[in-house]
């Protein structure tokens, strides 16, 4: 079972903040939530050690790079067998437009999350890729029409 960190009041407001804006100083991060910059410091570098904060990343509008289209692919696998969900497995992680992937409980085995410029370009994926791998059995695409709610935000509070 994985442990669940407790956070007091001060290091959910600077979760939360850094949530927000991960590009505050510890100055101001101090001054957002209440404490000193040194405080902010050591507390920042224990969340990392815990592992409730990982690594640091700056957002990329998808738009404004020519991927804007979301499409939700449900996948089944032809076998269940670790040998073969290991290599889809691996094979969707060097994917750079699969974004996302959840193994999931039900009818479909992975649902992905991928982003490409278009509907050909996604045709192009689906059809000389995705569906070339030899572990996958279905496939079962959606488009997004548009998104309504994004955060990358967590609550903790």
Request: with cysteine; proline share 4%.
């Amino acid at each position: 079972m994985k442990q669940i960190i407790q956070l007091d009041p001060i290091d959910t407001r600077l979760v939360e903040a850094l949530q927000q804006d991960g590009s505050l100083s510890h100055a101001e991060l101090g001054e957002k939530v209440g404490t000193s910059a040194a405080s902010c410091w050591r507390r920042i570098k224990a969340l990392e050690a815990s592992g409730v904060l990982k690594g640091t990343v700056r957002l990329v509008d998808p738009e404004k790079i020519g991927r804007g289209v979301n499409v939700f692919c449900n996948i089944r696998v032809r076998n269940h067998a670790q040998e073969v969900r290991k290599p889809f497995e691996d094979f969707l992680h060097e994917r750079p437009e699969v974004i996302e992937c959840f193994s999931m409980s039900g009818e479909w085995d992975y649902l992905l999350r991928i982003v490409v410029a278009d509907v050909a370009d996604y045709e192009r994926f689906l059809m000389r890729t995705l569906l070339d791998h030899p572990a996958v059995g279905a496939a079962a695409s959606h488009f997004a029409l548009s998104m309504t709610k994004y955060t990358t935000a967590l609550p903790v509070g």
